[in-house]
């Protein structure tokens, strides 16, 4: 079983960037789709972007542009998430979690969850 780790969070100003990890251990990324995911108190969660094993990715919250960029590196089992130009609206704890055959804006199609890391935005 995958396990996953996020680490980079902690409080930024608004207009401020940040750069989330997700680091995997067990089998390895290499033939998995990682979603970044957050949810906020009170807050539904929601799908923030997904890259997939072939190394193309969706961004659900922007549909596109460069606030939001998923990249990874199967050599170090890792997917980073940056996030430019925060909004007090990104605040939230961030998960990622892994598929093993495609991205999914839906959570209920995942099985393996990182602990999450919380980003908080605000002056």
């Known amino acids: 079983q995958l396990r996953l780790v996020e680490s980079g969070g902690g409080l930024v100003q608004p207009g401020g960037s940040l750069t989330l990890s997700c680091v995997a251990s067990?089998?390895?990324?290499?033939?998995?789709?990682i979603t970044w995911f957050r949810q906020a108190p009170g807050k539904e969660r929601e799908g923030v972007a997904c890259?997939?094993?072939?190394?193309?990715?969706?961004d659900y919250l922007e549909r596109g542009g460069d606030r939001i960029i998923i990249s990874r590196d199967n050599a170090k089992d890792t997917v980073t998430l940056q996030m430019h130009r925060l909004k007090p609206e990104d605040s939230g704890k961030y998960y990622c979690?892994?598929?093993?055959?495609?991205?999914?804006?839906?959570?209920?199609?995942?099985?393996?969850w990182g602990q999450g890391t919380q980003v908080t935005v605000s002056s």
């Open positions: 979690a892994a598929h093993p055959g495609y991205c999914s804006e839906s959570g209920t199609q995942y099985n393996d």
């Open positions: 067990g089998p390895g990324i290499r033939d998995y789709a």
């Open positions: 890259i997939r094993a072939r190394g193309d990715s969706t």
